[in-house]
């Protein structure tokens, strides 16, 4: 089962970026993030078309998540648990009904700056919310993953320029921390499985010719249950879909699970 997760920055401006590599890649489920859409203009019909069963969890301009796969979906569930207030549409969750039932929780974690300030607030408690969802999961003894654009560079290894992050919220000692606090309670990183290496990242700015100097990051994360780590047969960033046309400013990151 390939498994990934993608921030496409408006579904309706990258419709065709998005749709030729759904064909080139072949995923089975793929989480998106920004999809920047209400779910009623979501282009549901034409993901249909080439054969995937959609969900979404929508907003108008801003956020939103969605769900593409071309296996059943069971227990599709909205909004991360823990703030019946929260309005902002970045959290959904499904189990794919494949050979072994896995279930993928696809996150669109907050930026948080400027710092200090409501944002970061925001960002932090979201992540306490995070880190209570991801207990339960634990719970359950079954393979699941929480996959997405988490807006946090994990170790300065994930940063060209790790200087340059070091004030920012994506890299802060208190943002780091409560990211480290999530997958210290049994999760695996399932790229650094594959790759300890520099220089591989996931998000380059559309400003100031990153993606031509390659002055990235690595943001958009997969989190694996232990469960779900045993299946784990793959990690890989499409880093050159930033080179194609009218890109997002993200990249997929996909799993294999022998699943």
Not at 38 to 60: A, I, M, W
Not at 135 to 145: M, R, T
Not at 206 to 226: K, T, V
């Amino acid at each position: 089962m390939k498994i990934a997760t993608y921030n496409i920055n408006g579904i309706k401006a990258r419709l065709p970026a998005l749709t030729a590599w759904l064909k080139e890649a072949e995923p089975d489920v793929v989480l998106l993030q920004e999809i920047k859409s209400q779910d009623e203009n979501f282009p549901r019909q034409h993901f249909e078309d080439l054969g995937y069963v959609v969900e979404t969890h929508g907003q108008k301009s801003f956020n939103g998540v969605a769900i593409l796969s071309r296996l059943p979906l069971e227990d599709v569930t909205r909004g991360l648990p823990g703030d019946g207030d929260d309005a902002q549409a970045r959290w959904i969750e499904a189990t794919v009904m494949g050979a072994v039932p896995v279930r993928v929780c696809g996150l669109y974690l907050p930026n948080g700056n400027p710092v200090p300030g409501p944002k970061y607030d925001y960002k932090l408690a979201w992540m306490e919310r995070l880190h209570a969802r991801a207990q339960v999961l634990l719970e359950l003894e079954e393979p699941a993953l929480m996959a997405g654009d988490y807006n946090i560079i994990p170790q300065d290894l994930d940063a060209k320029r790790p200087e340059a992050w070091h004030e920012d919220a994506l890299a802060l000692p208190t943002s780091r921390a409560a990211y480290r606090r999530i997958e210290h309670l049994g999760f695996t990183d399932a790229f650094r499985v594959f790759s300890g290496q520099p220089e591989q990242y996931s998000f380059w700015d559309f400003q100031r010719g990153a993606w031509e100097r390659n002055d990235g990051i690595r943001i958009d994360h997969f989190l694996l249950s232990p469960e779900c780590a045993d299946l784990l047969a793959d990690c890989q960033i499409d880093a050159h879909m930033r080179g194609r046309e009218k890109p997002s400013d993200h990249v997929p990151v996909w799993v294999e699970l022998k699943a």
